[in-house]
């Protein structure tokens, strides 16, 4: 059973930076990648950024060049910092384990709040 508690969220104004962290413990060893998730109000959940085991990174098109996933393995966590922040980059932001390649996020996080002011 994998765990997942975020962190670091909060109120930032466009242009701003925040990092936001997901402390992970419980199946480690089993974990395919890990992926970061955001919900806006009245939209979709979507994924924003993924690391693998291997360590390869994907981005959404709206994030390219502003967020930066990562991990640290000794500490069990997995980051993401989000540079030149936006109003439309307010959501909560969720943390979340893909256990088989190819597969769903089969755990997550209960989710941190980030809002951008303009």
């Known amino acids: 059973q994998v765990q997942l508690v975020e962190s670091g969220g909060g109120e930032v104004q466009a242009g701003g930076s925040l990092r936001l962290s997901c402390a992970v413990s419980?199946?480690?060893?089993?974990?395919?990648?890990m992926g970061w998730y955001r919900q806006a109000p009245g939209k979709q959940r979507e994924l924003v950024a993924r690391?693998?085991?291997?360590?390869?990174?994907n981005y959404a098109d709206s994030v390219k060049g502003r967020f930066t996933i990562s991990r640290d393995n000794a500490k069990n966590t997995v980051y993401m910092q989000m540079n030149s922040l936006k109003p439309e980059d307010t959501a909560v932001y969720y943390c979340?384990?893909?256990?088989?390649?190819?597969?769903?996020?089969?755990?997550w996080g209960q989710g941190t709040q980030v809002t951008v002011s303009s």
């Open positions: 979340a384990a893909q256990m088989r390649p190819f597969g769903s996020y089969d755990y």
């Open positions: 419980g199946g480690i060893f089993s974990i395919n990648a």
């Open positions: 690391i693998s085991k291997y360590g390869s990174t």
